[in-house]
């Protein structure tokens, strides 16, 4: 157990130690989420009417999710390159368990994920929204973005296994965060979505992880244990399956 531990705290380390080389992707991916709190937050919260009183700070833990959960999924570009170069095959030959790979990889990637969280909260602030002052609160909110994007993270190695080309690997991405970002209740409550689109929000794991952050940075009344489960299922199912099909990364 204490090996598995210490090999996956390496792999998360040694990936960590890329972004510490390189902090301008942090800064280049605020970008986006920067415009939507600063720009579209401000703009539709004279324009729309969801019945939301404070719609730039409704919207600000959507808009975290949204740039986080997309840093989470293209996080396995990295894997296509490696797998390209042959130095992934290296690495699946190495004592390393292939699971503390995946599971190190994916924390790896939660962490460098929910620097977003951070950057975009402080934005918002600068445009009128209000957060809870509770540091402990601030500090579990990081902790449920960081727990989640591992998940997403660990979607993107197994779309990574089975995609041959770092441009049909974007595709994919592309076409699975979208739909999740709007889909779910990051910029509208869920009572004004037509029917089907609801019934999609309702199995969206970015909508449980909004409502989590809502409650916790608005001090909105919720059951946090529901979020917590469907997000640790997620989790687990996203494990299972990027454990299961990484064999398929060297074929």
């Known amino acids: 157990m204490l090996k598995a531990i210490e090999s996956i705290l390496a792999m998360a380390e040694m990936e960590l130690r890329r972004l510490k080389h390189d902090p301008i992707e942090i800064i280049t991916r605020a970008v986006q989420p920067i415009l939507w709190v600063t720009v579209f937050g401000v703009v539709m919260a004279h324009r729309i009417m969801v019945n939301v009183e404070d719609y ?32 992934l095959k290296k690495l699946l030959s190495s004592p390393i ?3 503390s790979i995946v599971i190190g990889r994916a924390l790896a990637g939660g962490i460098r994920a929910s620097t977003q969280y951070i950057i975009v909260l402080a934005s918002a602030a600068l445009v ?37 080309t770092r441009e049909r690997f974007m595709g994919i991405v ?15 409550p869920l009572d004004i979505m037509p029917e089907s689109i609801k019934l999609f929000a309702l ?4 909508t449980y992880t909004v409502d989590l952050l809502r409650a916790l940075l608005l001090n909105s009344s919720i059951n946090a244990f529901n979020d917590v489960a469907i997000i640790t299922l997620f989790n687990i199912i996203a ?8 064999n398929k990364i060297i074929e």
């Open 56 to 87: 730039i700070s409704f919207i600000a833990p959507g808009v975290v999710l949204q740039s986080a959960t997309f840093i989470a999924l293209a996080y396995g570009i990295m894997l296509v390159f490696e797998r390209e170069s042959g130095i």
């Open 97 to 99: 368990p292939r699971t």
């Open 128 to 164: 009128g929204a209000r957060f809870t002052n509770n540091l402990l609160l601030l500090i579990t909110g990081y902790l449920v973005v960081t727990y989640v994007c591992m998940g997403f993270t660990a979607i993107s190695i197994l779309v990574a296994s089975l995609m041959k």
């Open 174 to 188: 592309g076409a699975i965060s979208m739909p999740l970002f709007f889909a779910s209740n990051a910029l509208y």
């Open 203 to 206: 199995v969206n794991p970015i």
């Open 239 to 246: 494990f299972l399956l990027a454990i299961k099909i990484i």
